[in-house]
């Protein structure tokens, strides 16, 4: 029967050949509902700039002519366009953040979907941390650029209707106003590059400083009183400052950029106002209409720094995503056969002369085994002769370098990885829990399982009287990696759910370590009877579990 599971989020094909293609393609697969936001964004731009040009009425038709009704008209027309206006702002960032979340989902489910295909070798180039660091920081990074894209398109058609407010009211003025654009573009050309260099070299470094507060976290406990939580805080102290130094001169490329780009407009709206002076003293000119003036080119500084601010956030987002398509273009080592074939039921399993050697480093010597349903092997050897390195391959986590493994006589590099994760189980022998709770864990998202079925699995790995010795039972919350757990409940309890995991092959990798002879036994004598069909294979140190066996495999030491 089918185990019953949870369906996870369906990852789909993100376009990651490139930063700009990726980002492209975070536009295009939400484009109606931007499309949307863009719109309401232009009306409130529109209805922005129309409110000097209603100031402007009210001064001149009706305060300049003290025409007190047709001021309050103007008046209350001003109020209506601002509410108007604040109205289209709210609904362009509400659809702004609804569609941009369901890109960023995609993304995230994307990346998640991708490390679960890579392999350790393949995960190998990315740290925790570093994952961790591309799959928050740096996916914000693209959700920030993406509300930019949008404030840009907005910003410039506000751009071009400043411009034209500014031409109907006097062509001198738009004049002043269209020179300082050459001014700002050329500020804009300048410093693009050198953020978005500065800002890779930071995205970078926030992901080595990730891995290093994830050594802290993880791995400070461990050699606490060794000396080494000193050396990690240090490594964290150091990636840290490199952090912030580097924020530093970011923050000062930004800062020039954003700061000199509306100077210009700002000289335009003072050499403006002077020229516009001398046109009202004239009479060629409205008081009303300086000030709408005066309005229109503090807007267009606004814009102006506004679109610089966004180009900001495009190298932010250039080197965000250039790291998400890294990640997003990754193979694992293990390919997948072009035509897979499926492996029979209850079969025996063959290695026929495995051996496994990495960067021209001989980690196995060549070794068979043959084990059956209903039989336990054990494996036996001295440190370093390759008994963890045999049940990986054993289990398709690594391919052997030469020899091939077999289930029913078929390899399983001609089999689909899938195939091979549902028939052959691996307990390892440093098993990790996830946090929640230990219900949680044996679980773990199998949604067929019972209170029962858990109940019998860990009475198998002779855990159950220690899960029902907890206040909570099996609601006991294990915390981050199992640390409320002593490391062998965390051992047995990753036996228990390889158990529910109903596979046709158990790999075993010196789950008993950490209990004592007598559990050890009586942990055998379970697992066979609750497990009768399967092929059972364990690593272990001790002659005591070798001679509980049904058979013996002794590794030699690898010669290097």
């Known amino acids: 029967m089918t185990a019953a599971v949870l369906t996870p989020p369906r990852a789909e094909r993100v376009d990651s050949r490139s930063p700009r293609a990726f980002l492209r ?14 719109a309401l964004g232009v ?14 009425h ?28 604040t109205g289209a702002q709210i609904a362009e960032q509400r659809w702004n953040y609804l569609c941009g979340a369901r890109v960023l989902q995609r993304v995230r489910v994307a990346m998640a979907d991708r490390v679960l295909t890579l392999d350790r070798r393949a ?18 990074q693209v959700w920030i650029w993406i509300g930019g894209v949008l404030a840009t398109a907005q910003l410039g ?46 995205a970078e470094l926030h992901g080595a400083r ?65 020229v516009g002076g001398l046109a009202v003293i004239d009479g060629s000119l409205t008081v009303g209409g300086l000030v709408a003036f005066a309005s229109w080119m503090g807007l267009l500084a606004t814009v102006v720094g506004d679109l610089a601010g966004q180009l900001t956030a495009r190298g932010q987002a250039a080197a965000s995503a250039g790291r998400i398509c890294e990640l997003l273009r990754a193979e694992p080592t293990l390919p997948e056969p072009a035509r897979p074939r499926p492996l029979p039921r209850r079969a025996v399993l063959d290695a ?31 440190t370093g002769s390759g008994k963890s390195t045999l049940l990986r391959l054993l289990a398709r986590l690594d391919d052997p370098s030469a020899g091939r493994v077999t289930l029913g006589g078929v390899d399983l590099r001609d089999a689909a990885i899938d195939d091979v994760r549902a028939r052959i189980t691996l307990v390892p022998q440093r098993p990790v829990l996830v946090s929640g709770t230990i219900a949680d864990n044996l679980r773990v998202g199998r949604t067929d399982l019972d209170d029962e079925a858990l109940r019998r699995a860990c009475h198998a790995a002779a855990v159950d009287t220690d899960v029902e010795g907890f206040p909570d039972g099996y609601d006991t919350e294990v915390g981050e990696r199992g640390t409320t757990l002593s490391g062998g409940q965390v ?70």
């Open 25 to 38: 393609w975070c536009l295009q697969v939400e484009w109606p509902g931007f499309a949307v936001a863009v």
């Open 43 to 56: 009306l409130g731009q529109v209805l922005l700039v129309a409110i000097p040009w209603a100031v402007q």
């Open 58 to 85: 009210a001064l001149d038709d009706g305060v300049a002519t003290g025409d007190m009704p047709v001021t309050g008209l103007w008046a209350l027309a001003v109020v209506g366009l601002g509410l108007l206006m």
């Open 123 to 140: 995960l190998a180039r990315f740290g925790a941390g570093d994952l961790g660091t591309r799959h928050g920081r740096d996916v914000d």
């Open 157 to 202: 058609v506000g751009l071009v209707v400043i411009l034209g407010a500014l031409a109907q009211l006097d062509l001198l003025l738009a004049l002043l106003g269209l020179a300082a654009i050459p001014v700002v573009a050329a500020v804009n050309l300048y410093y693009p590059r050198r953020y978005e260099s500065a800002h890779e070299r930071l």
């Open 210 to 274: 990730g891995d290093a507060v994830s050594d802290l976290i993880t791995a400070g406990a461990a050699v606490r009183g060794l000396g080494g939580e000193s050396a990690l805080v240090v490594r964290h102290q150091g990636r840290s400052d490199a952090v912030t130094a580097q924020s530093v001169r970011a923050a000062g490329i930004r800062a020039d950029w954003v700061s000199r780009a509306p100077f210009a407009p700002m000289v335009a709206t003072g050499v403006g106002i002077g």
């Open 352 to 382: 026929d002369s495995v051996t496994r050697t990495e960067d021209g480093r001989p980690l196995l010597a060549p070794a068979d085994l043959t084990v059956a349903r209903g039989r336990l092997l054990a494996v036996t050897g001295p």
């Open 491 to 560: 051992q047995r309890l990753a036996l228990a759910r390889g158990l529910l995991r109903g596979a046709d092959v158990l790999l075993l990798d010196d789950v008993t370590s950490a209990v004592d002879v007598a559990t050890e036994a009586l942990i055998v004598a379970r697992l066979r009877a609750a497990a009768p069909d399967a092929a059972i294979v364990v690593v272990t140190h001790r002659s005591s579990l070798a001679q509980l066996a049904d058979d013996v495999l002794r590794l030699p030491e690898v010669a290097r």
